[in-house]
């Protein structure tokens, strides 16, 4: 298994430009999430999925849009970025609910991260 | 909302020997989860350890363990007899039993740094 795979690693973008992040997972995972990590900062959450063909916004929505057409796949969209939009990206997938009687979490598996630099 | 805070910026330890992280969250919430993440310089996001706030025995994973005071809100990590792989930055998150969505509240972090 892969687990998590995002696509590209690093990317570098000029203002008003668009790009598609891509992030995979192999695990059959229901829930799938989009982070970024900015320095001295804590993953925000910026959109969520629990499921194909849903999507719901997160703590950061703004500028960004998402897609999950297939379960495997969720995708970000940067329709014109920003600088402010310069940041690490991972992108998270989880099972849904708790596992067997004993009330333990489905862990947040992530990616490896994409570096965004928007000049 | 529920907010994560982990006071110490960076820590250092000299191999072999313990250290511990503060982690201090806020909640209304009786029922929740929370967790420690390590990010070494790869960048991979790792789960360290999980504790269930509904369980009062600390959760133990090797050489890591917490302190959970529920009352107190505050939820540590010490690491023993540590390793110079364990140099990363390490995030204190909080997790709702009650949202849906299973979002997790991070903390700024703490960069952890070993002397050999």
């Known amino acids: 298994n892969a687990g998590v795979t995002q696509t590209p690693k690093f990317r570098v973008l000029k203002t008003g430009q668009s790009m598609t992040l891509l992030c995979a997972q192999d695990?059959?995972?229901?829930?799938m999430y989009w982070y970024r990590q900015d320095p001295g900062m804590g993953l925000r959450l910026i959109h969520y999925?629990?499921?194909?063909?849903?999507?719901a916004k997160g703590e950061v929505p703004d500028g960004y849009n998402v897609s999950r057409l297939k379960k495997q796949n969720f995708l970000l969209g940067l329709e014109s970025a920003a600088p402010s939009q310069t940041s690490v990206y991972f992108c998270?997938?989880?099972?849904?609910?708790?596992?067997?009687?004993?009330?333990?979490?489905?862990?947040?598996?992530f990616g490896p991260g994409t570096r965004l630099t928007v000049l | 909302a529920q907010t994560v805070t982990q006071s110490q910026p960076e820590m250092s330890v000299q191999e072999a020997e313990t250290v511990t992280l503060s982690c201090t969250y806020d909640?209304?919430?009786?029922?929740?989860?929370l967790f420690w993440y390590k990010q070494p310089p790869s960048r991979q996001m790792i789960l360290v350890i999980r504790?269930?706030?509904?369980k009062q025995q600390n959760a133990t994973e090797n050489r890591f363990s917490v302190n959970f005071q529920k009352a107190a809100k505050s939820f540590s990590l010490k690491i023993s007899d540590s390793q110079l792989g364990d140099a990363a930055m390490y995030f204190c998150?909080?997790?709702?039993?009650?949202?849906?969505?299973?979002?997790?509240?991070w903390g700024a972090g703490t960069k952890l740094i070993i002397k050999p």
């Open positions: 998270a997938s989880s099972r849904h609910g708790l596992a067997g009687g004993s009330g333990y979490l489905y862990e947040q598996f």
């Open positions: 695990m059959n995972h229901e829930y």
């Open positions: 504790q269930e706030a509904y």
């Open positions: 998150a909080y997790r709702s039993a009650v949202d849906s969505n299973y979002q997790l509240i």
């Open positions: 999925s629990v499921g194909e063909g849903t999507t």
């Open positions: 909640t209304s919430e009786s029922d929740y989860y």
